[in-house]
């Protein structure tokens, strides 16, 4: 008796804001913990027929995923099919296929087994990558091992044989699969979800907020102390988790999200303005995909372009590197769906380790440290021949919008003039086969190194526009590992030495004649706006829909208080004394249109852990 009482009181969980926005509701359990593997020695004579089991779990495994993309396809969930796609892409992949094959035969142990060996080597070598995005390809690699292995196990059970999820429901898992993420939110019943594990740039996260659906994830525990049927609230802006909230903190929340409704109402009728401030300068506002069913989207949410088309997708996922034509369909749709707004499309921001698996000739030793090693532009220059196939799709797929190429990782003025050297000739090649090329194509650079930063006055001579990617130029600047917990305290975007190194980049930029974005995490928080319009920014680019918040705050300002309150923040000292001004001000002046920065329930006073 005790025991259901203390359950029922208040408590609060904090884990990882995924999607902005607030959710009340009734919690719906979705069960997807990880059945123990089994393990066990095979006689020789099973060693074939284990083999056959595994093959037949494999195509029962693609039949599936052909279902769920088939399904997503059908309705208004095709964005997200291509996730799904690289799902079965995985799958299908030999060197996945080929080591639990490998480990069947030589080890004689069973296909289960094999199974999590192989997926461990796999997620061991994502594990390596530096660039946050495609570390938490893991959680994909592990999706897939998963559903082979309950496959093999006979407990296979998609969202779509699960029991139908309630109106209003908010579903709690230990963990999520991007395709019953995407399956779930397409039934339009979920108003938020929370999961024990998963990261801010996982799938499933991403899934979230193109559906503008709020959602926490690594909450570590949530799932075994929420019960179907438990009312629980979510802040997915600050990853907060209230279980049995109070009959005040119900009022809250649901305050907040009558004025998160009244708010989304409001910024639907901004979508086709310009950010233009009070005073008549205007910012344009872009945004960052990563598949070209996500133009779609940015158009809803008022995008003026794109400013960060990542080109990665093409190669993860895969058993070799992609084709030159795969390289031009895909830019190529993305033109044409985008018309006449502009495309920055950033050539290949991969380590040489993870393309080298795909191609044994690209092998190369092991780096103690891939972040500072051989990876974007720098293997991109290594090796030509790979470069030069990406550059020719891009040149070929400009006559079908206005493109713009950007080079990734550029440290020096050197490595800008090889790049755009080897751009020059290849456009010469296609012209010698009667290809045809756009006349003009701006070519850039991403400010994301110290050294760039530095030297942003001679790099802006060499080229056409900067793009600033603030979570490498952060964490270069500070010498810190963002992933590293004892020293991300030191990660902070509105520090002295940050707004010092941007101001220098804007100016730089400026005083060439060139204009100057950002394409980084920053750009998109609404806390940040004012500084980045005081700095001068031409172009901000983020996910499609941080767009209208932005977008509100920058046409209720005007361009001469945001170079006032830039002038503040440089006359401090601290990264606390700045942030502590900036979120007064934006507070002040903006109030509820700066939501992610304000949670309606203030968990320390107001429950009880």
């Known amino acids: 008796m005790n025991s259901k009482v203390q359950l029922r009181k208040p408590e609060t969980l904090h884990g990882i804001g ?30 074939e027929p284990e083999l056959m089991r595994f093959k037949t779990a494999v195509e029962l495994s693609e039949h599936q995923l052909l279902d769920v993309k088939a399904t997503l396809e059908a309705g208004d969930g095709r964005e997200h099919a291509p996730i799904v796609e690289a799902h079965r892409m995985m799958l299908m992949d030999p060197m996945l296929l080929d080591q639990v094959r490998h480990v069947i035969r030589e080890e004689k142990t069973n296909a289960e087994w094999a199974t999590r060996r192989a997926v461990r080597k796999i997620k061991a070598q994502f594990g390596q990558i530096e660039d946050e995005y495609f570390r938490e390809r893991r959680a994909d690699v592990e999706f897939v091992g998963d559903r ?7 407990q296979v059970v998609d969202v779509l044989d699960g029991p139908e999820v309630p109106e209003d429901a908010i579903v709690v898992a230990h963990e999520l699969s991007p395709s019953d993420a995407a399956l779930l939110l397409q039934q339009g019943r979920v108003q938020g979800f929370v999961t024990d594990l998963g990261g801010h740039t996982s799938h499933t996260a991403i899934v979230a907020r193109a559906r503008e659906i709020p959602g926490v994830v690594g909450a570590e525990v949530a799932s075994e102390l929420i019960a179907t049927g438990d009312l629980i609230a979510v802040d997915g802006a600050r990853g907060m988790v209230v279980i049995h909230p109070t009959d005040e903190q119900v009022r809250l929340f649901r305050e907040a999200i009558r004025l998160e409704l009244e708010s989304e109402a409001a910024l639907g009728r901004l979508r086709d303005l310009p950010a233009t401030q009070l005073d008549g300068r205007r910012i344009h506002l872009l945004a960052n995909i990563e598949f070209k069913d996500e133009t779609h989207n940015a158009l809803e949410h008022g995008a003026e372009g794109v400013g960060l088309f990542r080109t990665e997708f093409l190669y993860l996922g895969k058993d070799r590197a992609p084709t030159e034509e795969e390289h031009y369909q895909a830019y190529r749709a993305v033109l044409e769906q985008m018309g006449e ?28 440290n891939p972040a500072l090693g051989l990876r974007a532009l720098r293997f991109c220059l290594k090796h030509r021949d790979v470069f030069r196939v990406q550059l020719r799709a891009l040149l070929r797929a400009s006559v079908h919008g206005k493109l713009r ?7 020096n003025v050197q490595e800008l003039r090889e790049a755009k050297a080897l751009l020059a000739a290849t456009r010469v090649d296609l012209g010698r086969e009667g290809v045809q090329v756009a006349d003009e194509i701006p070519v850039g650079i991403m400010v994301e190194t110290p050294s760039a930063a530095l030297t942003a006055d001679r790099l802006a001579k060499e080229c056409d526009f900067f793009s600033i990617g603030t979570n490498d130029l952060i964490q270069y600047s500070v010498a810190i590992d963002r992933q590293n917990r004892d020293v991300a305290y030191l990660y902070h975007p509105l520090q002295l030495a940050i707004i010092r190194l941007l101001k220098t980049i804007v100016d730089s930029a400026h005083a060439a004649h060139i204009p100057v974005g950002m394409c980084g995490e920053m750009a998109g928080d609404p806390m940040h706006a004012l500084v980045l319009a005081g700095l001068g920014l031409d172009s901000l680019s983020m996910s499609a829909g941080q767009i209208p918040v932005v977008k509100r705050i920058l046409r209720s300002s005007r361009h001469d208080e945001a170079r006032a309150l830039l002038d503040q923040c440089l006359a401090l000292d601290t990264a606390e004394e700045i942030e502590r001004l900036v979120r007064s001000v934006m507070e002040h002046r903006f109030g509820t249109s700066t939501t992610e920065m304000d949670p309606p329930v203030e968990a320390h006073t107001e429950t009880e852990s």
């Open 341 to 368: 707004r502009a495309v920055i499309i950033r050539t290949l921001d991969l380590g040489g380790d993870k393309i080298a698996q795909l191609d044994a000739s690209l092998r190369q030793e092991k780096e103690a």
């Open 148 to 154: 082979l292995i309950r496959n093999l196990m006979g």
């Open 405 to 411: 190429i950007m080079f990734p990782m550029v440290s």
């Open 18 to 47: 995924a999607s902005p926005g607030v959710a009340l509701g009734r919690a719906f359990l979705l069960s997807r913990k990880k059945s123990k593997t089994p393990r066990y020695r095979l006689a020789d004579a099973d060693v």
